[in-house]
């Protein structure tokens, strides 16, 4: 039974006044207590007049059991953003699309009512996402905390218009050295992401599986490689500037070149609630138009 949330956005969501009206009455008809991210509510007072006062929290450590649905308000770049906030604390995340695209944020703004309505009546699933973990040699210090990606970590040049090479290694067996722009590391998640802007696959998010994607490989026959998400990755990095980037969704350190990189999937997941108005592979018809061939005629 869902008695209590939490609801966060990004400050570009403040404009999508009608959805969060909407997704706030439905709250209340079913008697749920809405606790808002602490930045967001105070962009909300601002914006619009709410009709009563709501509790906040202000990160990770004022979160616990006892939320059972993480709201995230925006677009699929807001959900990643509220992962930092939910981590391993297993709070089902659901995304309501005020953004554009919206892979993740699948509900859409017509569908917030008929979804609230669905997970009050326990009609939906539940969805383990995978994460990556990064771990370096040195340690990086600003890995410490956050050390982990929804999407993917993506390894690219930096301060140069020149290739660098990753050396890449499985489960330290030898596979090849990129020269290329970077290399993404993407999750099923992720392989509608980045990753999929660099022809890498489309993959079901239950797949127990990693993609290896380069970003404009010099060498042609470099192709996006699919592994078992057991595999444990470590690349070394060869760059003509001193140092290079590392991306975790769209969190981007600079480290020193001479850093050596350990990714794995993660020791915990993110729970993706799925209400059974939606499914993925609705999501990719309608987000990459694969019923737009005419030749599919009714079944569009």
Not at 210 to 232: K, Q, S, W
Not at 272 to 299: C, Q, V
Request: charge should be neutral; glycine fraction near 4%; hydrophobic fraction near 40%.
């Amino acid at each position: 039974m869902i008695k209590k949330v939490a609801i966060f956005g990004q400050t570009y969501s403040v404009n999508a006044e009608k959805e969060i009206k909407i997704l706030l009455l439905a709250l209340e008809k079913h008697n749920v207590v809405a606790i808002f991210e602490e930045n967001f509510y105070n962009a909300l007072k601002d914006s619009f007049h709410l009709t009563k006062k709501y509790s906040t929290f202000g990160s990770f450590y004022d979160l616990n059991s006892s939320f059972d649905v993480f709201f995230s308000l925006g677009g699929d770049g807001t959900i990643l953003r509220a992962i930092t906030y939910i981590r391993d604390l297993n709070i089902p995340i659901l995304g309501i699309n005020t953004g554009r695209l919206g892979f993740l944020a699948n509900i859409q703004k017509n569908k917030i009512k008929e979804s609230i309505d669905l997970l009050i009546a326990e009609e939906y699933t539940i969805q383990e996402r995978t994460l990556l973990s990064i771990k370096t040699i040195p340690k990086v210090e600003s890995l410490d905390e956050l050390s982990f990606a929804l999407n993917e970590i993506t390894i690219s040049r930096e301060n140069t218009t020149s290739m660098i090479g990753v050396k890449t290694f499985l489960d330290k067996e030898y596979l090849t050295n990129y020269w290329a722009d970077g290399l993404i590391i993407a999750t099923p998640t992720g392989s509608t992401g980045y990753s999929l802007s660099c022809n890498g696959p489309v993959i079901s998010p239950n797949s127990k599986n990693l993609i290896i994607t380069p970003i404009a490989p010099h060498n042609f026959n470099a192709r996006p490689m699919v592994i078992p998400d057991e595999t444990i990755i470590e690349l070394e990095i060869d760059s003509r500037e001193k140092s290079f980037l590392i991306s975790l969704d769209s969190r981007i350190i600079s480290v020193p070149k001479d850093t050596k990189i350990f990714i794995e999937k993660s020791p915990f997941t993110i729970k993706s609630m799925i209400p059974s108005n939606h499914s993925f592979l609705t999501t990719l018809r309608t987000k990459l138009l694969w019923g737009e061939d005419t030749r599919n005629g009714a079944n569009n």
